[in-house]
Each structure stands twice: as C-alpha cells, then as structure tokens.
C-alpha cells in the first residue's frame, strides 16, 4: 500500500514559521516527483509546491515564492515543507501527494495523497 503520512503543522503566529516533514512508504519513492497541497476550509485543493526525483528543480505557487522551501531526502524516503513568515491566508489542512513522474512539473497522482496536518496562522 501507498502510504504518505504528514506531520508538524500546528498554531503559529503570523510571521512565524513551521517544518512539516512526509515519510513514504509503499512504492520506489526515489522515482517520482512529490508535492505538497493544501486545502483551505471551503476553498479548492491547491498545489503548493513541487520537487524532482533528485531535488534542484522545485516549482511553487506564486503566492509561497520566497516564504516555503521544498525539499527531500531519499535515503528517509521523506519530503520537507519549510514555511516561513506565515500569514493567515497559509491556514490549511496541508498534504502531501505523489506525482505521476519524475520532473517537478508531473501532474498529482489523485490516488495517492496522504493524510493531512493542519497549520492554522493566527494571532
């Protein structure tokens, strides 16, 4: 079975900053491309960042440009969220999704999306 299994979200105050961090499990995952998504109470799935097999080619929504960094470790089979200076419209349920290939650009595999972890920005 596919697994993704997401963690560190929390309270943060506006300007803050949170890790959270998606161990794998369940398919070769050196071979694929992954994502982190998020979806907002009432507002659509949105894609927040993606990364290549190997790292060095990450793709981000224009809004997080500058604040989060994607990053992985294939020998932990993990992907990393650095989010910094948060703001109140980064409140979500954060996941982590599968690509359907290698390049940062693959579209999301929708059968294969984890569990969430939830940021809320507040003061």
């Not at 079975?1 to 794998?24: E, F, I, T």
């Not at 990393?80 to 595999?109: I, V, W």
Request: hydrophobic share 35%.
């Amino acid at each position: 079975d596919v697994q993704l299994q997401a963690s560190g979200g929390g309270l943060v105050q506006p300007g803050g900053s949170l890790r959270l961090s998606c161990v794998a499990s369940g398919f070769q995952f050196y071979a694929y491309g992954m994502a982190w998504v998020r979806q907002a109470p009432g507002k659509e799935l949105e894609r927040v960042a993606s990364i290549n097999i190997n790292g060095g080619d990450e793709r981000y929504k224009e809004s997080v440009q500058g604040r989060f960094v994607i990053s992985r470790d294939n020998d932990e089979n993990t992907i990393f969220l650095q989010m910094n200076n948060l703001r109140p419209d980064d409140t979500a349920m954060y996941y982590c999704a599968r690509l359907k290939g290698m390049r940062s650009f693959h579209p999301l595999d929708d059968r294969y999306r984890g569990q969430g972890t939830l940021v809320t920005v507040s003061s």
